[in-house]
């Protein structure tokens, strides 16, 4: 942007440039810290501070804090000296807070981006130059920042019922600190349900949908939280507990940032690259699951029969992500054309990560394909089976992913061809691909209603159209080996055919070349550049050099 | 910054030297509007149908039109608010579609809705859009100081918006929409609903942004206030531009009929029976020292034909002291030009 990126105009006193008493200097410093702040944020702070809900909330929030204490210690009365009253009294106080935390909050977020569209302000943010990261980084830090301030309020009752006893530190941390996560993923979600539909109708269904599932949020953390605080103490320092939090936070944090890309994608203009930051944080929620499944199957021996959790989770996991991957728009627009890899080796790995419905297509089943193998490896190394033969387990996860190959590819020719005849969205061919799952399961059921000689008779072949229905007869032995030979061969060869015809989507993709830049931009980015300084080469100049460099021919 | 400091280094708000372009990027040979074989098909209704115009630096073109016309589709195309289906349309030779960022930050858009926030206050909500067009310190303060001075809206910095009259708002909107000294404005219906004097000064406040080198397409069914700001106007019908150029540009390509005003020295009567007798002359009136008609014509040769007529009556001897022709009004040519249909 031509006024921003002029780093002359940009220039401005710092603190501790500006003179005068200790105030003054002081609000020199806040004055200079404001400048950093996103606009949405101080926006969003000077409308909360004057909006009556904001007021309401909190003053609620603060009198039923007040009646809770003066209730609580009226009623232990005088034994309070002795009596541990502390964990009554932060189950109270814990409630008070949820709610805010996990239903206004939220709430507040989600409100705050579907205003925006009623408001008629959503327009005037999209042609501002903030970017989609702004927009989404400032309605999660208003939420944020309300959040600071009900902590803020409640702080002396929550140190109140620790001085009452009954209590440990430990505890109170972690209820706080699950509040404060919970709080800012719903606000997350809230951000997301926002961002995904623009028509008011569409809004407002979302609105109910939403404010149902955060009263569930609410009573079902604060019914988990009432739970840990039964626990035992030496349970909550044991390495189980360290191990099974450690694996929820790391399961919060990847799917927390897969949010956030979905979200600020969604807020971003449809020219630009919005696949890519999807595709990289799927890769690495793939990345920190294959690295628990790993630690799990190396370290502990009882997790044998739970095994195939795994490969099922993998692939449920990316049939979805290949679902939405495969529903992108086909055609790429040039200024993501103009950030393809060049050379053979980038195009050959990164092609996968730039957007395309085929690209999503291999990125899918490529990654489903490395979860597995590396499971594969990894129960090879360790020998761990459980009851099942390494053979049946290693065959469950190829049909598997044979499964995945076969409709995530017959569901990409199917939105190919629907694109040639109509238009369909991002979510139409979501529903497109689950579509096909449901009615090719749906397919042996039919099939069993229509004919009793089916019916009585074997029904195996077309028992295969259904993944879920083949896969639960493999993982409980029902069928012999010729069965198995024949879901092998109708699996596998549909697979490969399918693959085969993608293969050839996936190539006209990645055999997109990059285009340059139009001149313009060139010229902007050149106009927008500082001007190279010389930089001394020689401090004694050139003169004395040629003149050295004469004397050593001469001489 | 775009802001040059006044001579004593201070911020001058009221004068148009301190909200000139002085350290944007060189000029280029690129329009600072152009919309090229623009279309955009909603289902099965064309909205905007093969558009092309440009708009040059300093430039008030005015894009008129009945309601349904496209108008705010391509206005929106332009923004970076909609995509074509097919086409492209430029600012300051940058693509909407492929770098909508570069063009944000060289347009202002101001829509045919107020888009306010509640509990904002007028300086809040262009600090607001100041920030988020990355204005920073001093620079943002300025800039807010310029844009309050030159909508009138000092007075009325701490008021809440939602307590704004209409022409008020309008203004804020205006505000708004220049806040990041934009090269080009597109200004969707800015006189929509507003009193006499508000549109005066809108529309002297449009004609000081063009005279500070800014291009800007504004669209607005009034007319009359189009016609006296604008330098050229596109008319669009059914998703078609109809027409391009200055109202007399237009209103030559499409005048048949003329009508003329003739005054003269002694009786009207022999002229009146002079003209009744020459061929394309209709609709002969006399009245007191004047004598009107109407000459049909083509359109190419219609001065021509008018420079004929002068000559013959004074050639047959009468003593013409004046000679008008009465040019048609933007309305004229708007209600010959379209056809009031609507898709």
Redesign the interface.
Known sequence: ??????P???T?PTPARAEGGFWTRLDALISWLG?GLN??L??ET??AL??RQFTLWFVLLLVACWITTVGGVALVGPSIYYVSAGGYLLRVYYAVLLLPLTVVIPFNAFRSLTAEQE???R????????TPWQVVNGKLGSAVLQMLMYLSALAPCIAFTYLLRGVDLLTIGLLLLYAVLASIGLSMIGLLLAATNKQRRGQNFLAVVFAGGLFFAFSTIFAMSMAAMELDPGERSSPAFFWIHLGLLSLYATTFGIVYVATAGLCT????NRSTPLRVALVIQQAVFIAWCAGMIATSPAVGDGLLAIVFTASIYWFVAGAVLTSEPAEL???VRRRLPQSLVGRALFSWFCPGPASGYIFAITNLGLVLLLWAGSIIWCRVTGSMPLASALFIAAVCWAYIVTFLGLGLLAITALRKVATLTLLGGFLVQVLLVLAASGVPLLVQVLSNRVRLGDATLYETTSPVLTVMRLTDGQLDATEEYLVAGVVFSAAASVLLVCLRLAGREAGLRRVAK?Q??I??DL??APAAQPVPTNPWGDLAVRTARTEEREG | ??LSPSSNGGPVASDPAAWT?S????A?S?PPIELRNLNRWFGTTHAVDDVTFTVGVGEVFGYIGPNGAGKTTSMRIL???D?PSSGDAFV????V??????V????G?M?D????????NVW?YLD??A?????????RKRALDFVMDFTGLDDLARKPIDGLSKGMKQRLCLG?TMI??PSVMVLDEPAAGLDPRARIELREMITRLAELGKAVLISSHILTELAEVCDRVGIIELGRLVAVGTVEEISSRVEQRIAVQVRLLGEVGPLVAWLQQQPEIEEVSAAEAHVRFVQSSERERSAEHLADTLAGMIGAGFRVTEFSTKSKSLEDVFLHVTQGRVQ
């Open positions: 942007m031509a006024i921003a990126s002029d002359a105009a940009m401005e400048e606009p949405i101080v926006k000077r409308q004057k909006s408001e008629n302000t327009d005037l943010l999209e042609v501002s130059t903030l203009f449809s020219s630009a627009s040039q200024r139009p313009r931009v010229e902007d106009s927008m | 910054m775009n372009m350290s944007r990027p060189a280029t690129a923004a970076t608010l995509e300051d030779g940058f693509s579609v492929e770098d909508p960022d570069r944000r930050s060289r347009l858009f829509p809705y107020y888009g306010t926030y509640q509990n904002v809040e607001f859009f920030r988020a067009y990355g204005l920073r310190g001093t620079v708004r990041h000294d």
